[in-house]
């Protein structure tokens, strides 16, 4: 498989075939992923919630995102993998956002940065698309924001907040976004953004109208249970099969027929002489 890129995914809007993106924080899962054919990656502060069991996003460090980040690129060398810039990485100002968009390309070699926010992160988004770096934008319901909008809730409800989300969407794009996640964006309103962008929209909980979706994997499959949005579809029950896995592991390792002799390295073991000695002495 070719290497996904900037170009080959607008090309892809362009012949308008769909764009598919799953959440991925792990090399074994990401070889998975790379090997289904999936083009675009995202290493989500949604990690967060799945991998570290915070009730929201907000805790994640720059450090942790850089620690998972890397593990992915290196087990998907050809999806292009797009890192989030946790909270309060870049809100502070564009140099901010610049130098932790820096550090996340320079420390895990990804492709992209992703921030949440429509106009009110345009200067970041410019700062760091000017460095040469390509930004996702993400508009709609921000993850980020869940105390402001008490709780995780759908976005652009209405002729004013529709209207806000749409022009979030023209600011994004203004500041140099070559995609745009839009969470929890009605499904019409969200088509009619599509239709009026070139930046390629992603869609989460928006509706089939934008040009590609992604969803988190552990939604996908049955493997988080904490916290299961309206959005999420079950593509394969994997949670079930890994507690029946468990279980039978358990089961086995009790009952003692696991390990067999073909699980263990019979033909590196000493004469049962000298074991005998060697229990005598001890
Ligand atoms: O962190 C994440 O996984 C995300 C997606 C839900 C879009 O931002």
Do not use: W
């Amino acid at each position: 498989m070719a290497k996904n890129t900037v170009a080959t995914l607008l090309d892809m809007k362009a012949r308008g075939e769909k764009i598919s993106q799953v959440t991925c924080y792990d090399y074994s899962t990401a070889q998975l992923v790379q090997a289904s054919g999936i083009e675009t990656i995202l290493v989500g502060d949604s990690l967060g919630m799945t991998m570290q069991g915070y009730s929201n996003t907000l805790p994640v460090t720059m450090d942790e995102m850089i620690v998972y980040g890397r593990s992915v690129v290196r087990g998907a060398p050809d999806a292009f993998v797009i890192m989030d810039m946790p909270f309060m990485s870049y809100q502070l100002s564009a140099e901010q956002g610049l130098m932790n968009a820096g550090r996340l390309i320079k420390e895990t070699n990804a492709n992209a940065v992703k921030l949440e926010g429509g106009a009110a992160v345009t200067e970041q988004i410019r700062a760091i698309v000017d460095a040469g770096i390509p930004v996702c934008a993400h508009i709609g319901m921000t993850p980020q924001s869940v105390n402001a909008f008490g709780g995780f809730k759908v976005q652009g409800k209405g002729e004013e907040n529709a209207r806000r989300v749409l022009e979030d969407a023209l600011a994004v794009q203004k500041a140099g976004a070559f995609m745009c996640v839009l969470e929890c964006v009605p499904p019409k309103l969200a088509a009619l953004i599509t239709s009026k962008v070139h930046m390629i929209t992603i869609g989460i909980g928006g509706g089939a109208g934008c040009d590609g979706q992604v969803l988190v994997y552990q939604d996908m499959f049955g493997m988080f249970g904490d916290f299961v949005p309206k959005f999420a579809k079950r593509f394969a029950d994997i949670g079930q099969a890994m507690i029946d896995g468990f279980k039978a592991y358990d089961q086995e390792v009790k009952a003692g027929t696991f390990p067999e002799e073909k699980h263990s390295f019979p033909k590196s073991d000493c004469s049962d002489e000298f074991l005998a000695k060697l229990a005598e002495e001890y």
